[in-house]
């Protein structure tokens, strides 16, 4: 799952600059979380790999909390739960600790946290300064490609994004340097001011403590 984050989320989440003005940006339909709201879904990541004839499939949900972090549960075909905060990184498979990383230890952490809340609310400045961005389509379906503006960065190990969206951001396939892909499909999103709880409140929680 951290190859996802470290995919996705180093690639979708780490793009370059759309324009300011919403009339420009096909993606300006977007719904925007601010700090206070609360972004829950459910997710289907499927990786295609050089020697698999099919993908590799999980499934699962996530919470996006502004400010506190990302919680990432993997439900099938392995329970792995993921928690990136500001903090660093936190991993559990079948409930016991597998990973712990303060971000002072992952210089790509703190990057790649920005770049995905980013990515999954609308606010792509914080891509800007790594991708060049092509953009199509309108406010209601739009479709975002993003090549990475230093090919041979090692911290962007990605040769192409491509994120599709409406309200909210739909699909994303991120493409890396040796053919192999990840393609996270979004599904059951929702916005609200309801305060993360329980196990999600409880990762929140821990690793803000990294």
């Known amino acids: 799952m951290t190859r996802l984050f470290a995919l996705i989320l180093a690639g979708l989440l780490t793009a370059t600059a759309l324009p300011t003005r919403a009339a420009e940006s096909p993606s300006s339909g977007m719904s925007t979380i601010v700090e206070g709201q609360v972004l829950r879904g459910r997710f289907v990541q499927e990786r295609f790999l050089k020697g698999f004839q099919a993908p590799l499939k999980s499934e699962g949900r996530f919470l996006l909390a502004p400010g506190r972090g990302l919680v990432w549960r993997a439900e099938t075909p392995f329970a792995v739960t993921t928690v990136m905060s ?125």
């Open 86 to 210: 500001p903090a660093g990184l936190l991993q559990e498979v079948r409930g016991a600790e597998t990973m712990r990383l303060p971000a002072g230890r992952l210089p790509f952490m703190s990057k790649l946290y920005t770049m995905l809340g980013g990515a999954l609310t609308g606010d792509w400045k914080a891509l800007e300064s790594a991708f060049a961005v092509t953009r199509e389509g309108d406010a209601k379906a739009w479709r975002l490609i993003l090549t990475p503006l230093k090919a041979e960065d090692p911290t962007t190990p990605i040769r192409e994004i491509r994120v599709k969206g409406g309200r909210f951001v739909e699909e994303v396939e991120v493409v890396k340097p040796d053919g192999d892909r990840d393609r996270l499909i979004f599904l059951d999103q929702s916005l609200s001011t309801e305060p993360p709880a329980g196990e999600d409140a409880q990762s929140l929680s821990a690793a803000g403590r990294l």
